[in-house]
C-alpha cells in the first residue's frame, strides 16, 4: 500500500494518509505528491473541495518523517534538509492560499509537519482525541511549517508559551488557540466525509460547542504572566520566582527544549506581530532558523537525543538558558540570495504600474526586484542609469503618468521637492507617491501635503539595510503617512525588503530614519575608536571582535558592518572602504538629525559630537567617497591631541 492516497470521489479531490504505523508522518515524497495533486485540482472544474484525512486512530499526522534530514545533516550536506524545507513550506503557503475549501479532519496527533498541512485549509476539523502541538523546540528547531504564523496570531501570550513549551492542546484549546475551526464528534466524521464527496459544499459541516473549557485556556492569566517579556531570560526569571504549581510544571516543560530554539521563537513571535504579517514573512523567518539549524543550531543533537539514541539528554548550546543576542541575530538574520522563494504565483505582485525615480546605487536594485516580482516598472534618472527589468522612460513625467505607485529614491530634500512639484500633477488621480529618499522631516511633510491636495497618497518610508538590501530585498522601511497610503505599497515593500514598520503621520518614517542613523553614526565612531584603542593596548583585532561581538558592546556596527578589515563579514573595510554607505550620506543624515533636534529642542550631544566629526572627516581628512566606517583608519593614525 501506498503512504499516500490521493484520488477524486465524486466532487472532492481526496488525499488520505496511509502509514498509521508509523502515526502517519509525512515523508519528502508524500510532500510533493500532495502539492502535484492541489496543483492539479486548482483550477480543475470537477473539483469543488479538498478534503485530507488519515488511516488509524491515533494520528492525523505526528509531523515530518526526519530520519533522512538526519542522516545527510550528520555528514554536512545541509542542502538536502534546505530544499526539503523550501519545498514543504511552499506546499504549506499553498494550502493557505488556496482558492477552493480544504477540510482536513484531525484526529489524534497533529503536530509539526501535520500542522503545516492540517491546519491551514478553510475548515479544520477537530473531535475528543485530537492533540494539536508544535513541539520543533525538543528537537532544536522552532515551530515552522506556518505554524509560527498562528502562534503569533493566537491570543496574548499563548504564541509564546505553545512554542517554547511544545504543550498539547485538546479540540477546545485549538479552537481558542486559532490551529481549528470546528469541533465535531468523530463518530459524526465518516458521513460528513461522504457528504462533502457527493455535494462538494462545506456547508455541511455544522460545529458543536465542546464539553468545556480547555486546560491551557483555563491558565490564560497565569501564560500572561509569565510570558509577557521580551526574552527568554524574562521568561525563565518569572517562573523560577513563583513557586505555583503552573510555574514550576512549565519550568520543567522549558528544561527539556533547546534554549536557542526557544528563544529565538520567542523573538520571531514578536518581529512578526503587527499589521504587516502574511504567511509568506512567517514562512521566511522560519526558514532563516531551519536552513541554518544543522550547521548552527541544535537540531542534530536534538534528533540524536530524541529518536537515535533515545537517551533524551541533549546537550544544548547555551543550556543555561541565557541566550547572547548575537546567537539570535546569527539564526534569524535575512538569508540574502539564499532567501526562502515560494515561487507562488500570488507572491509575484499583482502587476502594478510603477513608476521608480532615481535609479542610484540603491534605487536601481530595488527597481529591478520589483520588476522581477512581476510588476511593470518604468524608472527615469538623469544620469541615464538603467535597471535589469526597467523600461526606461525619456523624462519622468512620462515614467509616471500610468503609474498606480510613483517610487522616489533621490539623493535630498530639495531634490525630492523639485521632483515632487514637477510629478505630482501628472500622476493619476488615486496614486500613491512613494519616496524612499532619506530627507529631512519638514520635507517629507511638505510633499505629502502637495500630493493630498492632489487627490494623491503619499508615503514616506526611509530605508535601512544598504545596498546589499536593496540588491538582496532585505531593506527595512520606516513608513509614515496614511493608514491607506501604507496598505496600498504594502505588497511593494514584501518585495523590497523584510520588514515595514507604520511610524504615524506623514514624516514619522524620516524621524525614525535620522533617530537610527544618529545611533548609527556615534555606535560606528565608538566601534572606530576602541578598535584603535585595542590596537594601542597590543589586543588582537580578531579576539576583540570574538569578545565584543558577544558582549554587551556589541551593535551592526560591529557585527554586521566591522569597520576592520578581515574581522567578521565581508564588508566594504574590506574593499578599501569603498562605499556601501558613504561617509557624506552619513554627514548628511547626521545633519538632518541636528537640524531636527534643533527644531524640537531636544539635547543629543552624541549626535552633535558624531556630525562635528564626520565634517572635519569628510571636508578636511580624506572621508569624502569612502565608506563611514572608514573611520577607523582615521583614528588609527591620531593620538590624543
Ligand atoms: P545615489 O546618488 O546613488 O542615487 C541617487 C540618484 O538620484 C542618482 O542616480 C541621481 O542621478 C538621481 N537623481 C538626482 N537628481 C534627480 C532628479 N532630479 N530626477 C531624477 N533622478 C535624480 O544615492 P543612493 O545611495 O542610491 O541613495 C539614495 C537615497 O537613499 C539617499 O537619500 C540616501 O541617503 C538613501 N540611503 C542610501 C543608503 C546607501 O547605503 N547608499 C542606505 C539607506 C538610505
Known sequence: MSDISIRITGRAGRITLQRPNALNAMTYEMCLAIEAAIDQWRNDPAVAVVVLDAQGDRAFCSGGDIADLYATGLKGDYAYGQKFWADEYRLNAKIFEYPKPVVSFLQGYTMGGGVGIGCHGSHRVVGDTSQIA??????????????SLMLALAPDRLGEYLGTTASRMNASDAIFAGF???????????????????????????????????????????????????????????????????????????????????ACTIEMLHRMRGKN?????????????????????????????????????????????????????????????????????????????????????????????????????????????????????????????????????LPNGAILRSVAAELIPAMKAGATLLDCSTVDVDSARAVAQDAGNAGLLFVDA??????????????????????????????????????????GDAGSGQAAKICNNMILGATMIATCEAFALADKLGLDRQKMFDVVSTSSGYSWSMNGYCPAPGIGPTSPADNDYTPGFAAELMLKDL??????????????????????LYKQFVEDEGGLGKDFSAMLPRFEKRGRD
Open 134 to 147: 508544535m513541539p520543533e523546540v525538543g528537537i532544536g528547531l522552532v515551530p515552522d511549517v506556518g505554524g
Open 180 to 262: 481549528a475551526d470546528l469541533y465535531i464528534p468523530e463518530g459524526k466524521w465518516p458521513a460528513l466525509i461522504e457528504q462533502l464527496e457527493v455535494s462538494g459544499d462545506p456547508a455541511c459541516l455544522v460545529g458543536e460547542a465542546p464539553a468545556e473549557i480547555g486546560p491551557i485556556q483555563s491558565q490564560m492569566d497565569a501564560i500572561n504572566t509569565h510570558f509577557y517579556g521580551v526574552s527568554l531570560s524574562d521568561v525563565l526569571t518569572t517562573l523560577q520566582d513563583d513557586d505555583s504549581e503552573f510555574a514550576q510544571q512549565t519550568l520543567k516543560q522549558l528544561r527539556r527544549n533547546s534554549p536557542l530554539s526557544m
Open 277 to 409: 504579517l502574511t504567511m509568506a514573512k512567517a514562512l521566511d523567518l522560519e526558514y532563516r532558523f531551519t536552513s541554518r539549524s544543522m550547521e548552527h543550531g541544535d537540531f542534530i543533537e536534538g534528533i540524536r537525543a530524541a529518536i537515535i539514541d533515545k537517551d533524551r539528554s541533549p546537550r544544548w548550546q547555551f543550556a543555561d538558558g541565557s541566550v547572547p543576542p548575537a546567537a539570535l541575530s546569527k539564526m534569524l538574520q535575512p538569508l540574502g540570495k539564499n532567501a526562502l522563494d515560494l515561487q507562488l504565483d500570488t507572491s509575484k505582485g499583482n502587476g502594478m504600474n510603477i513608476g521608480f525615480i532615481g535609479l542610484g546605487n540603491m534605487g536601481a536594485p530595488m527597481a529591478a526586484n520589483l520588476a522581477a516580482a512581476g510588476h511593470n516598472v518604468t524608472g527615469f534618472d538623469p544620469a541615464g542609469t538603467t535597471a535589469a527589468g526597467v523600461a526606461v522612460a525619456p523624462t519622468g513625467l512620462d515614467a509616471v503618468k500610468d503609474a498606480n505607485v510613483v517610487i522616489t529614491m
Open 462 to 503: 526611509p530605508v535601512s539595510g544598504g545596498t546589499g538590501g536593496a540588491s538582496g530585498g532585505t531593506l527595512t522601511f520606516m513608513a509614515g503617512g496614511s493608514v491607506a497610503g501604507f496598505i496600498a505599497v504594502s505588497p511593494l515593500f514584501e518585495v523590497m525588503g523584510q520588514k515595514a514598520v507604520h511610524c
Open 591 to 612: 545633519g538632518l538629525s541636528q537640524q531636527a533636534a534643533e527644531a524640537a529642542d531636544a539635547d543629543t550631544p552624541m549626535g552633535a559630537l558624531a556630525l562635528a
